[in-house]
């Protein structure tokens, strides 16, 4: 019985370089719905563990548990600005900054001449371009009103996007995982889900861990702001928590924030000039920033993205110049997931086995140990003899 001829080597990467043309060309077509399509599977990922926690312990049916989990959390995430509304509105109010005063003190403050040899100036023409550029800032407030309106309309719009296609996804993750599976052969299973294990782990690590963390960090630096005297602790904290979640620039930003925020309120209680009262919160921020560092980070995300600063900072930059904020939140994450793509590419590439290298989180240092010293101890250990 004659059979059909099988497709030859040249052939079939004639059809995968056509079809990784098309699929390019529907990325880049519709790259606008690209973003919240991302956020709408983040969102499944993140409850569908819980949902399969459900369905396991209690005679609910997939459907039903997925609505209950989905309804709880849209309850949780419209009562956060509900609850912190009114709170973060006192704490901007508490800022209260005057920006024509502060031009006006510049002025003062510059406003003397200079000479070098034969040639006279006035400082205060230096700073023109900076007192101007506050003008041109604060002055058209009014007129981004309208643009405002028609951005948080657009937002809406793709809020009902994001949250209707997110629970469709949620319904239907362990049919996708399953129709996935059936697309490999079945003498590469065990390899696929192992790596799907490691690339799994680094997402549960970066995303339950970040958010960990800025729980933590947001509640330390607010309270720790409030004992200092600065009177939007509440503001500080929250900027901390979401600046957290940008890794080595976020407690940077945090920091300059804190530190604009100690020298225009001062403090409550302690009799310290404005400028004495910033280094302090600038002292506290530093520790904070060492404690979080070395503390922290490697207790909770257990090192798993294992990822250099500097890779980091470049991944941070190119996120955010390609996929904006969304970008910029992904970037370690994604880094540290085509490392674990390259590396099995590799060593199947090489023949080096196992070609799935599964990544076990690094033990902390010891407390009395620096972290630079306990690694070099690791490494200098001696073989075990064969």
Same mark, same amino acid.
């Given at each position: 019985?004659?059979?059909?001829?099988?497709?030859?080597?040249?052939?079939?990467?004639?059809?995968?370089?056509?079809?990784?043309?098309?699929?390019?060309?529907?990325?880049?077509?519709?790259?606008?719905?690209?973003?919240?399509?991302?956020?709408?599977?983040?969102?499944?990922?993140?409850?569908?563990?819980?949902?399969?926690?459900?369905?396991?312990?209690?005679?609910?049916?997939?459907?039903?548990?997925?609505?209950?989990?989905?309804?709880?959390?849209?309850?949780?995430?419209?009562?956060?600005?509900?609850?912190?509304?009114?709170?973060?509105?006192?704490?901007?109010?508490?800022?209260?900054?005057?920006?024509?005063?502060?031009?006006?003190?510049?002025?003062?403050?510059?406003?003397?001449?200079?000479?070098?040899?034969?040639?006279?100036?006035?400082?205060?023409?230096?700073?023109?371009?900076v007192t101007g550029g506050l003008d041109q800032v604060f002055s058209p407030m009014a007129s981004w009103a309208?643009?405002?309106?028609?951005?948080?309309?657009?937002?809406?719009?793709?809020?009902?996007?994001?949250?209707?296609?997110?629970?469709?996804?949620?319904?239907?993750?362990?049919?996708?995982?399953?129709?996935?599976?059936?697309?490999?052969?079945?003498?590469?299973?065990?390899?696929?889900?192992?790596?799907?294990?490691?690339?799994?782990?680094?997402?549960?690590? %970066?995303?339950?861990?970040?958010?960990?963390?800025? @729980? !933590? =960090? *947001? #509640? /330390?630096? +607010?309270?720790?702001?409030?004992?200092?005297?600065?009177?939007?602790?509440?503001?500080?904290?929250?900027?901390?928590?979401?600046?957290?979640?940008?890794?080595?620039?976020?407690?940077?930003?945090?920091?300059?924030?804190?530190?604009?925020?100690?020298?225009?309120?001062?403090?409550?209680?302690?009799?310290?000039?404005?400028?004495?009262?910033?280094?302090?919160?600038?002292?506290?921020?530093?520790?904070?920033?060492?404690?979080?560092?070395?503390?922290?980070?490697?207790?909770?995300?257990? %090192?798993?993205?294992?990822?250099?600063?500097?890779? @980091? !900072? =470049? *991944? #941070? /930059?190119? +996120?955010?110049?390609?996929?904006?904020?969304?970008?910029?939140?992904?970037?370690?994450?994604?880094?540290?997931?085509?490392?674990?793509?390259?590396?099995?590419?590799?060593?199947?590439?090489?023949?080096?086995?196992?070609?799935?290298?599964?990544?076990?989180?690094?033990?902390?240092?010891?407390?009395?140990?620096?972290?630079?010293?306990?690694?070099?101890?690791?490494?200098?250990?001696?073989?075990?003899?064969?």
């Open positions: 019985m004659p059979t059909t001829p099988k497709w030859t080597p040249a052939t079939k990467w004639v059809i995968l370089v056509i079809c990784l043309i098309l699929i390019g060309l529907a990325v880049w077509r519709f790259s606008i719905v690209l973003a919240p399509l991302i956020v709408a599977v983040l969102i499944a990922y993140i409850l569908n563990p819980v949902v399969n926690w459900l369905t396991a312990r209690t005679p609910l049916k997939r459907g039903l548990a997925a609505a209950i989990v989905y309804l709880i959390f849209l309850f949780l995430l419209a009562l956060i600005p509900t609850v912190g509304t009114p709170i973060l509105v006192t704490q901007i109010r508490a800022l209260n900054v005057d920006v024509q005063e502060l031009t006006n003190q510049l002025n003062e403050a510059m406003d003397y001449h200079i000479s070098i040899g034969n040639v006279r100036g006035n400082l205060s023409s230096l700073i023109e371009p309208a643009n405002l309106a028609v951005d948080i309309a657009g937002g809406f719009i793709w809020a009902i996007f994001i949250f209707v296609v997110g629970f469709y996804f949620l319904l239907d993750a362990n049919r996708f995982i399953d129709w996935i599976d059936s697309w490999i052969p079945p003498d590469y299973m065990k390899e696929f889900r192992q790596l799907r294990r490691e690339m799994d782990g680094v997402w549960k690590a %970066y995303l339950v861990g970040q958010v960990t963390l800025a @729980i !933590i =960090v *947001g #509640i /330390i630096i +607010g309270v720790g702001t409030a004992l200092l005297g600065i009177r939007s602790a509440v503001l500080l904290g929250l900027v901390a928590a979401l600046l957290e979640l940008i890794p080595n620039w976020g407690y940077s930003i945090s920091g300059f924030v804190g530190v604009i925020f100690a020298y225009f309120q001062g403090s409550t209680w302690l009799p310290l000039p404005l400028w004495a009262f910033a280094l302090l919160v600038a002292g506290f921020y530093f520790l904070m920033w060492q404690f979080d560092t070395n503390f922290l980070v490697p207790r909770i995300l257990g %090192y798993r993205l294992r990822l250099p600063p500097a890779l @980091i !900072i =470049v *991944g #941070i /930059i190119a +996120g955010a110049s390609v996929g904006g904020a969304l970008g910029l939140l992904l970037a370690a994450p994604t880094i540290a997931t085509i490392r674990v793509l390259g590396s099995y590419l590799y060593r199947r590439l090489m023949d080096i086995e196992p070609y799935v290298l599964v990544q076990k989180p690094l033990p902390p240092p010891k407390e009395e140990e620096p972290v630079i010293e306990s690694l070099l101890s690791v490494s200098n250990q001696p073989k075990p003899e064969e």
